[in-house]
């Protein structure tokens, strides 16, 4: 746990996609970060999900899907999912057999990755040890930020209490025309930091640490 | 009536029982045994040193506060899931996005400490002279296993516990908060009467049946040399070897040997 990387979800990651376009969505849940062949290439296995033509004046919602290992496979759960266009659905696990996974899908108009992110999506991990975290987009953008986690230790339950309160305040940095903002944040050790992916061509939030000297 | 006779006052004898503590040198042992409610896995080195002779008639020699100089390597397993509290991250709302609630299972984690301390004994050893091999040995013998001194020892081992906690379980995510409360509740369950438990069960058998030799003879040794073709080397044989205490003004190891030649 606590590796950050999008290409690899483990527990205390979430990836969230927006679907606005009506039609079906295949989508595959998978260990490491490339799915070969690609989904958009892909027309059988996986999961589908229906994307609904909205009803008018509806209010879009948020879909979760859990993800479990069994065995050597990695499960989503639902297995099936019906959203109106403009839902959005939120990728995520708890089991600490799944080592780390991605998720990716295609339609026919429509395509994502949590992997390579490009619009409307949501990365978010939680921090839970503390130091000084350089991030960057492996994809060779010159997208990247910082974090710094602060240690905590505490001694009472009312100092727990406090820094339990804490945590309900997330951190958030907005990727939006090739750039990322703010530079930096500071946050406490359990604290979650949001990624939001407005536009892009494809960008991953890696630890620069995990990637090649090159890349960093 | 023995051809050699030997004495030693209490002085030569500490001073032969410091020799053999030496000639002792280093011995180790590991296993297992309870550290509180825990099952510690432990390698032990141990030496001996120091320690004052009194010769009491007619076979014994009391030696007070020996001390065990004594290295462990242990390693212990928390479940922490036992001492700390279940946590759940908070749902955080935020983009129009919502996380779920995700609760913690905390890992179980191994504690290794390393620990050099001093602890002494003090007890009757009673003395022997046996014919080993080809060797005639004066050993003394530890009567029963004494009651063993720690000292500040068990408390310093306690306080090494709690900093092995502290550096072992670092890289647990989320552990910082709660960093305070499991190294006070761990340490509870061990208590003093843990470590010093422990302790007891590491050292015991190296004290249980502790023996030094304090004297060593070859049977057959030359007490002249070749000095020629017609002058070969004599040799003599010890044919008995006897070792007591004797009263005297001053209480002697007297050491009295039968020889041939």
């Not at chain 1, 483990?10 to 989508?27: A, I, L, W």
């Not at chain 1, 708890?94 to 994502?112: I, N, R």
């Not at chain 1, 503390?130 to 987009?137: A, F, I, N």
């Not at chain 2, 010769?55 to 242990?74: E, F, H, K, R, T």
């Amino acid at each position: 746990m606590n590796t950050l990387d999008s290409r690899s979800l483990r527990t205390g990651d979430c990836f969230g996609q927006k679907f606005s376009v009506p039609g079906e969505v295949r989508y595959f849940v998978s260990a490491g970060g490339e799915l070969v062949p690609e989904a958009r290439q892909r027309s059988e296995g996986g999961y589908i999900l229906q994307v609904v033509k909205a009803a008018s004046g509806a209010k879009s919602k948020q879909h979760n899907v859990h993800v479990t290992r069994k065995g050597n496979t990695l499960e989503a759960s639902p297995a099936k999912l019906e959203i109106q266009a403009g839902d959005g659905v939120l990728w995520y696990t708890t089991d600490p057999a799944v080592t780390g996974f991605h998720v990716a899908g295609a339609g026919k108009e429509f395509h994502f990755s949590s992997a390579c992110i490009e619009t409307n999506a949501v990365y978010t991990h939680v921090f839970g040890v503390p130091g000084t975290y350089e991030w960057r987009d492996p994809h060779g953008t010159s997208i990247h930020g910082k974090v710094e986690v602060a240690n905590v230790i505490h001694r009472n339950s009312d100092e727990r209490s406090q820094w339990y309160e804490s945590l309900k305040q997330p951190a958030t940095f907005e990727i939006k025309g090739g750039k990322s903002s703010p530079a930096s944040v500071k946050i406490v050790v359990g604290q979650t930091v949001f990624w939001s992916i407005t536009d892009s061509k494809g960008v991953a939030i890696t630890d620069s640490q995990l990637l090649p000297a090159k890349a960093k | 009536m023995p051809d050699i006779i030997a004495a030693a006052d209490t002085t030569a004898t500490t001073d032969l029982l410091h020799d053999a503590e030496s000639t002792l040198g280093t011995l180790s042992k590991s296993g297992g045994g309870s550290l509180g409610p825990f099952v510690a896995n432990y390698s032990a080195s141990v030496s001996f040193s120091g320690g004052t002779v009194n010769l009491l008639p007619p076979n014994v020699i009391q030696i007070a506060d020996i001390n065990i100089n004594y290295s462990l390597g242990l390693s212990f397993g928390i479940d922490l899931n036992d001492f700390l509290p279940s946590f759940c991250l908070p749902q955080i709302c935020f983009f129009g996005w919502c996380t779920p609630k995700i609760c913690i299972t905390w890992p179980t984690v191994t504690i290794p400490i390393s620990f050099s301390d001093t602890a002494t004994i003090t007890g009757d050893f009673t003395v022997t002279a046996l014919l080993s091999g080809a060797d005639w040995l004066v050993d003394v013998t530890i009567d029963s296993v004494p009651l063993i001194q720690f000292g500040a020892g068990t408390a310093a081992l306690l306080v090494a516990i709690g900093a092995a906690i502290t550096a072992a379980v670092g890289w647990v995510p989320f552990i910082g908060p709660f960093l305070a409360l499991l190294a006070d509740a761990v340490l509870a369950v061990i208590g003093i009467a843990g470590v010093t438990g422990l302790l007891g069960d590491i050292l015991t058998p190296f004290v249980s049946g502790l023996t030094f030799t304090v004297y060593n003879q070859p049977q057959l040794f030359p007490v002249l040399p070749n000095s020629g073709p017609n002058d070969p080397e004599v040799d003599v044989t010890i044919t008995a070897l006897g070792a007591v205490v004797q009263a005297s003004d001053k209480n002697e190891l007297v050491i009295s040997a039968s020889i041939a030649a």
